[in-house]
């Protein structure tokens, strides 16, 4: 097979077929199990150098220390805690069957599904392919992935990296564009994952929907910041700013909007100005800023902007405002689209109704905290809530009076580290989790298994119901 070329669409259900017999005639137990995760954790540590070079060339550039950070080492530390907590994730979990069925005793059986199905998207093109698929190995299954068709090398490197660690009825590898990602979903996986827009979310629930198949779908949204009056200007500043402009924001638990109480919504614009003076520089040729993925992602982020300041809002770009025509059709043509804020912008906005996804943040001012949390109920539950303050009784407003797929308490992006911390969304930002033993469980079948003993109470219960048994079922119905 020539693993560069893309899958021709009459081969995706042999491939899926293939899997599903040798997963029948020899489901993973825990030495293959084990022994496949350490396979692939030596074989990507070998590879982490062609990694950073394949993500790279497919976004024109993005900085080695982003690649490692928010890939290589996500991935490995994934790995790690898998190996480290598979046997006891295996093991049978007690149930209490309660005094009625006394003496019988349950136990919940985590058992491998089958062919778990992995639609992965391209932000992150490694990370978000390659720790489902460790969910699904440590959980027994084999898999089939899909990445995007938007990274096509690194799509290739992940081709090359899985044959090198598993047989081809193990784990494959199905690249092409959007025709073979629709017949894909069409596949009647036993458990079908996809990360990427709710647009497309949509179109993958009901192509699996005849089939039946479970879905997990991890979305997107937009995930606010709330900056409560307490909290220092300076720190808050420093901490949004990496989780907007990390990956040029193209992020699904990126910040996609601030809001702060308005007295300080100027001096907040200062604060960010200086953070990314002191984080970019020159911006002529920025070493550490990633570029966009391609230009069609480009021009819906330039329509944004036109948007909101055709609509009257005020744009900002604290990097290269002053810039000549010349340098920014440069910059254009290089799919470098500057940090870019946007204050206070209509609601009906551009920015304000769909997930930006890119290096623009609207700064919304507002009076009182309940006034906050009634901009973010206007709008879809988001994938993640980042809110600011050292005082426990805001912070405890903020998470209880909204709900979101996860969230982190003064910082951004870290919740989805914690791999004991599921991560998922919920509505339109996602349903289902993965992560840690979350993920474990998501691409299992959590088998309940009721044992009864030789002698029991239940073979009392049978006609004709008087005398005893009429006591005694009076009693169990009480």
């Known amino acids: 097979m020539d693993i560069t070329a893309d899958t021709p669409l009459d081969e995706l259900a042999a491939t899926r077929e293939q899997l599903r017999r040798a997963w029948q005639a020899r489901k993973p137990d825990f030495a293959q199990r084990r022994a496949d995760l350490e396979r692939l954790r030596e074989v990507f540590r070998a590879r982490i150098g062609s990694m950073d ?11 080695q220390h982003e690649n490692l950070l928010s890939e290589a080492m996500i991935v490995l530390a994934e790995l790690d805690h898998a190996l480290s907590h598979l046997r006891r994730w295996m093991r049978p979990r007690r149930a209490a069957v309660g005094w009625r069925f006394w003496p019988a005793s349950a136990r919940i059986r985590p058992e491998p599904v089958g062919v778990v199905g992995i639609l992965s998207p391209w932000n992150y093109p490694v990370n978000l392919a390659l720790v489902p698929v460790v969910s699904a190995i440590a959980a027994g299954n084999h898999v089939y992935l899909k990445p995007s068709e938007h990274t096509p090398r690194t799509s290739r490197w992940l081709r090359e990296l899985l044959s090198e660690v598993f047989p081809a009825d193990r784990v494959a590898v199905a690249l092409g564009g959007p025709e073979v990602g629709a017949a894909f979903a069409a596949l009647p996986f036993d458990h079908l994952l996809f990360t990427g ?16 198949t479970p879905v997990t779908l991890e979305l997107g949204g937009k995930a606010p910041a709330v900056v409560c009056p307490d ?16 990956n040029a924001g193209q992020t699904c638990i990126g910040v996609d909007y601030v809001l702060i109480d308005a007295p300080r919504r100027d001096a907040f614009v200062e604060a960010l100005r200086r953070e990314l003076h002191a984080r970019y520089g020159d911006f002529s040729a920025p070493h550490d800023y990633t570029r966009i993925i391609n230009d069609g992602q480009y021009a819906r982020l330039r329509h944004y902007v036109d948007d909101a300041r055709a609509r009257g809002a005020t744009v900002i770009e604290p990097l290269t405002g ?14 470098i689209f500057p940090p870019t804020l946007v204050l206070d912008p209509p609601m ?9 996804f890119g290096p623009i943040l609207p700064v919304v001012s507002y009076r009182t905290l309940d006034d906050a949390l009634a901009r973010i109920h206007s709008m879809d539950r988001p994938l993640a809530l980042y809110p600011f303050s050292d005082d426990g009784r805001s912070v405890e407003k903020i998470v209880s009076g909204t709900l979101a797929g996860g969230v982190t308490v003064n910082d951004t992006l870290l919740h989805f580290g914690a791999h004991d911390l599921p991560f998922g969304g919920i509505g339109p930002s996602g349903i289902g989790a993965i992560h840690g033993r979350t993920g474990f469980d998501t691409f299992s079948k959590l088998l309940p298994v009721f044992r009864q003993r030789r002698w029991a109470g239940s073979d009392l219960l049978k006609p004709p119901y008087r005398g005893f048994v009429d006591r005694m079922v ?3 119905a009480r």
Do not use: C
């Not at 179109?203 to 005849?210: D, E, H, I, T």
């Not at 002053?322 to 799919?335: I, T, V």
């Open 53 to 63: 070079e394949a993500i790279r060339a497919d976004f024109g550039h993005r900085s």
């Open 197 to 212: 827009s709710t647009a497309v979310g949509r179109k993958v629930m009901a192509a699996a929907a005849p089939n039946l």
């Open 231 to 246: 909290y220092p200007l300076e720190r808050a500043a420093a901490r949004i700013a990496t989780g907007k402009w990390f």
């Open 322 to 335: 002053d810039a000549p025509d010349d340098a920014r059709s440069r910059m254009a043509q290089d799919r």
């Open 348 to 356: 009906d906005s551009e920015v304000m109704r769909n997930e930006i």
């Open 474 to 476: 009076r009693l169990l």
